[in-house]
């Protein structure tokens, strides 16, 4: 959806996507730990336990994307320079970075959540947020944002923001409700 608005947006979307990879290496640790934690609790029958090691993992995870989100906000385009310094790329990758903020702020929820499901034994309902995320919310949304909105290539970058926060909303009701503390490990 990015490459027909030719090789300005989709250079900036490669680097945006390399910052975004940078952002997650320090959430994925806390998603894996998360996970583990809350699969070992639930085999030691302490679901309540499994629980508080999911949300306080999310809860760190956003910690750390809401700072990651402070600097990208504010030096976003120093950050980009240091792979690309051409103007255009530059304010492309400065909008398109601001815009991804928002995903990094609900992350925390999104992937935590997803790696305590995971780690439970629960990954039904993984699988069918996934799909519903991607194939009933980001793919339609990117298309009809891209293409029939004025929001041109920025419509792709809220339909990944809108996926995200589907995703987050998703696991943390599913989570809250506790369906997954049934599994037995």
Not at 65 to 74: C, N, R
Request: proline share 3%; with cysteine; charged share 10%.
């Amino acid at each position: 959806f990015i490459v027909p608005f030719g090789t300005i947006a989709t250079a900036a979307h490669t680097l945006v996507q390399q910052v975004t990879q940078l952002t997650h290496i320090v959430g994925g640790g806390v998603g894996q730990a998360s996970g583990v934690m809350a699969g070992q609790n639930l085999g030691a029958k302490q679901p309540e336990r499994a629980e508080k090691s999911g949300w306080l993992g999310a809860g760190l995870y956003t910690i750390i994307m809401a700072v990651s989100s402070l600097i990208i906000w504010f030096w976003g385009e120093n950050i980009i320079s240091i792979f690309n310094n051409e103007p255009d790329i530059l304010e492309a990758g400065k909008a398109f970075l601001r815009i991804q903020v928002v995903t990094y702020l609900v992350s925390g929820y999104a992937v935590v959540l997803q790696q305590c499901l995971n780690g439970v034994g629960d990954t039904l309902p993984v699988m069918v947020v996934v799909m519903l995320s991607v194939f009933g919310t980001q793919i339609p949304l990117a298309f009809y944002l891209s293409q029939h909105t004025g929001l041109g290539v920025y419509g792709t970058y809220w339909a990944i923001v809108s996926g995200t926060v589907f995703m987050a909303g998703s696991y943390a009701l599913y989570f809250k409700l506790g369906r997954w503390k049934q599994k037995r490990i």
